[in-house]
């Protein structure tokens, strides 16, 4: 950690250092708020507001992209570039039977990763950003995140130098992986199960789509059955999640196979270690790698950038000195004729084996997760010129020595390297291995976080281990949770064999997934050409089927391990969303009407006593029954009332002067409000005081607008219009003076109806009841003040 970094958990009274705005410890002064483009409003709960429209500035230069190429190689590439340690002892399990065989493994390896890696992921995946056009959306993103830049630096920054910013340009540019491609097909056809869209959502810049102009009936109808069909929705969910939960899942098997493969080579210069001494030694790296996820990894990219970038150079380097001692006739393996005589010598052999070839695909899914840190440029040019010819070349370097000897072929690896590089490269390969694992840890601290946000995951504590650095998190029970399976799985196995069939289903379910939902994207919002997606299916798709098929061959001999892991976090992430859902239709079939809050308000029992009253509910479209609770057991109201919801979009990112959606509820002399604060999932929320201060500031602002438009269309001006903004300023001045700002939430507690179905019972009363024992409470992930919190609790009867 560096110095003056401390951790800042979500909840503390510390501000965070992912949020919009000043780093750590600065205050937001009140002229800077007011400098912010002015508040989006809305005059009715369901009325469509104005564009913003974002200036535009030239796009990013060659050398900052450059820069970010460099600094992505530290962070994205650590388990594709240590895959040559395992790749070809799991194709060959068995010892090699014929020489030919090398060159036919070698052939599926080097088309695997041009067709998959290279041509999938790094050339069209990476366009199915949550930008969403698939074609020239680098240059549009950018200009759109300079123009953010500019504003912040003006904003919080002053003239301070730019130079410190350039990891946090790189974050929030796009966001990768499933929930990206799900998110994505959310914000463009009515999939989400979760009734809470508003036309004002679709006038923030991020989330509105550059679509093609072409329009074609196959979309309408796609795009007709996903909206009115709930069996798809809850499909396309549970997808999600399975897809969640795999890449999850590569973050307990790439420490646990990674970690062990380069830990196995040091039985080369020390043959008398057993298996069981290279295991444990494996298990204290992992319980050290993961007792200091706490400290944060800060500069990561920079950090751990020279020391891959030295293991990709040196991996090439061997493999050219393998080629060119060896055999250099292994170049023909560039012929996939050789791929089709390996069948037909091998049959069913051959394609049990692509279980093993798979593994040289490892961390392709890794690189559409980790796209929310960097720019797909910057991707593009280190994977195109350093990655993949390193890769390719080590891998032709093993083959080339396998050829002269085959029986080295269990320790491929360690056997082919030139004794006087032996214990260098045995270090850089164990530091490989760490930053492999690292970036699977990473980023399912990560993923976790955008499923909370999106209220597909239990509430969970998280840390932010830098005032400084974006994107550095931490959850405690997620890696309590990684650590204890890590070891329990490589204690279990004890070997890679086992671990490269567990991790070959994970890997082929992934990729199955990914090209299932953007399919769905090419016919619905890309509306591709109908020969190109028939053509992405019968390559593509088949491939990665084939794949699948021959690692589910393998369930019995570990492969199960993933299936099981991903079925229980399924379980999880659905019996949470399960109840949430269903307190949320609750609440929202429950509503208070405009006439009963009226009648409620303007009660003579109803007592209006001085301050600013925060009622948090996560209802959107009205307000929640808990009021009328709070009024029966509190007959007071604050003089100035705002019901503030927080939502999280699916967008990775909600701009400052886009975050708060205010309306007027009649009538005026009332003074309540509703607020809608709108998040995207990698936002994080801000700290109470920071948060007071904007909301005030941007309400005063919502007043003085809505009069201002009132005057607009009466075509006139009149005194008494500007003594009606003063009046009501006033007002808000006035209650933050006498009474301050009191924070009011409601405790609901979720009870199936006498007669429900079992299911129904079990779900609720039971699985949701008990995860939420767990999770943490609502005023601790809001960052509420408890010394000012008030909560009232009640019990919704669930049907």
Not at 549 to 577: A, Q
Request: include cysteine; charged fraction near 15%.
């Amino acid at each position: 950690m560096e110095q003056g970094d401390s951790p800042v958990e979500e909840g503390s009274s510390a501000s965070s250092p992912e949020r919009d705005g000043p780093m750590a410890g600065e205050s937001i002064s009140k002229s800077s708020i007011r400098s912010m483009p002015r508040v989006n409003k809305f005059d009715t709960f369901d009325f469509e507001a104005g564009r913003n429209s974002l200036g535009h500035n030239e796009g990013l230069s060659w050398v900052m992209i450059t820069k970010l190429a460099v600094q992505s190689i530290g962070v994205v590439y650590g388990d594709l570039g240590t895959s040559p340690l395992y790749v070809l002892p799991g194709i060959f399990p068995n010892g090699i039977k014929d020489n030919e065989d090398i060159l036919g493994a070698l052939s599926l390896i080097f088309y695997s990763i041009v067709i998959i890696f290279m041509l999938k992921y790094v050339w069209i995946v990476l366009s199915a950003n949550d930008h969403g056009d698939g074609r020239s959306s680098f240059r549009r993103t950018s200009k759109m995140l300079l123009n953010h830049l500019k504003f912040y630096e003006q904003m919080f920054y002053g003239n301070e130098s730019t130079n410190c910013m350039l990891t946090r340009s790189a974050i929030s540019a796009f966001t990768g992986g499933t929930f990206a491609l799900y998110s994505l097909i959310c914000r463009y056809a009515k999939t989400s199960l979760i009734p809470n869209q508003q036309k004002e959502d679709r006038e923030i810049s991020n989330y509105r789509l550059q679509l093609p102009d072409r329009r074609q009936k196959r979309a309408s109808m796609v795009k007709s059955w996903l909206e009115n069909s709930i069996r798809a929705k809850y499909f396309l969910l549970l997808t999600t999640m399975l897809g969640t939960s795999m890449v999850i899942g590569d973050g307990i098997l790439t420490p646990c196979i990674s970690v062990l493969s380069a830990v196995g080579g040091i039985k080369m210069a020390a043959s008398s270690l057993t298996d069981n001494t290279v295991m444990w030694i494996s298990v204290g790296i992992l319980v050290f790698l993961f007792s200091i996820q706490r400290f944060g990894t800060h500069r990561v990219g920079y950090t751990f950038a020279p020391i891959l970038s030295l293991w990709f150079v040196s991996i090439a380097l061997i493999g050219i000195f393998n080629f060119v001692n060896h055999d250099p006739s292994v170049i023909k393996a560039l012929n996939p004729a050789y791929i089709i005589a390996y069948f037909k010598r091998n049959h069913k052999e051959a394609w049990i084996s692509l279980g093993g070839v798979i593994l040289c695909l490892t961390g392709s899914e890794a690189l559409f997760a980790d796209l929310g840190h960097f720019y797909i440029r910057s991707i593009q040019v280190s994977s195109c010129g350093l990655v993949f010819p390193a890769i390719v070349l080590a891998y032709f370097g093993q083959a080339s020595y396998l050829r002269k000897h085959p029986e080295g072929v269990s320790t491929a690896f360690y056997s082919s390297m030139p004794k006087p590089v032996y214990w260098p490269m045995f270090v850089l390969a164990v530091l490989a291995a760490i930053i492999a694992s690292q970036s699977l840890i990473s980023a399912a601290f990560a993923i976790v976080k955008q499923s909370v946000a999106l209220g597909c995951f239990p509430r969970v504590k998280v840390i932010h281990t830098s005032n400084k650095v974006e994107g550095q998190i931490y959850i405690p029970e997620i890696n309590a949770f990684l650590m204890v399976a890590c070891v329990g799985v490589t204690l279990g196995f004890k070997n890679t064999l086992q671990m490269g069939n567990a991790y070959g289903i994970a890997v082929g379910s992934v990729f199955v997934i990914t090209s299932f939902f953007l399919i769905i994207v090419m016919i619905m919002i890309w509306k591709t050409r109908i020969i190109y997606i028939l053509a992405y299916i019968m390559t593509i798709g088949v491939i990665e089927l084939v794949f699948l098929s021959s690692v589910l061959y393998k369930f019995m001999d570990g492969g199960f391990l993933p299936l099981i892991f991903s079925f229980l976090m399924v379980i999880v992430m659905f019996v949470w969303f399960y109840g949430y859902r269903k307190k949320y239709y609750y609440e929202l079939d429950n509503k208070v009407s405009a006439d009963e809050l009226i009648k409620v308000a303007s009660s003579k029992n109803i007592r209006r006593v001085p301050g600013l009253a925060l009622f948090y509910s996560e209802l959107v479209q009205g307000i929640t029954p808990m009021f009328t609770h709070y009024v029966a057991n509190v007959p007071a109201l604050h003089s100035v009332l705002v019901f503030v919801t927080i939502k999280s979009l699916p967008i990775s990112h909600v701009s400052l002067e886009e975050r708060f959606l205010f309306v007027r509820l009649e009538p005026q002399d009332l003074a309540i409000y509703r607020c809608v604060v709108r998040y995207g999932y990698r936002d994080v929320g801000m700290e109470h005081g920071v948060f007071e201060e904007m909301l005030v500031c941007q309400l005063k602002e919502f007043i003085e607008n809505v009069e201002l438009d009132l005057d607009r269309q009466s075509s006139k001006v009149e005194s008494g219009d500007q003594e009606g903004i003063r009046r009501d300023r006033g007002l808000v001045d006035e209650a933050l003076k006498n009474g301050g700002i009191t924070y009011l939430m409601g405790e609901s507690e979720l009870v199936a109806v006498k007669g429900s179905a079992p299911a129904d019972r079990v779900m609720i009363n039971c699985l949701f009841a008990w995860l939420k024992s767990f999770v943490r409470q609502q005023d601790q992930v809001f960052m509420l003040p408890r010394k000012r919190l008030l909560k009232v609790g009640v019990t919704y009867e669930i049907s």
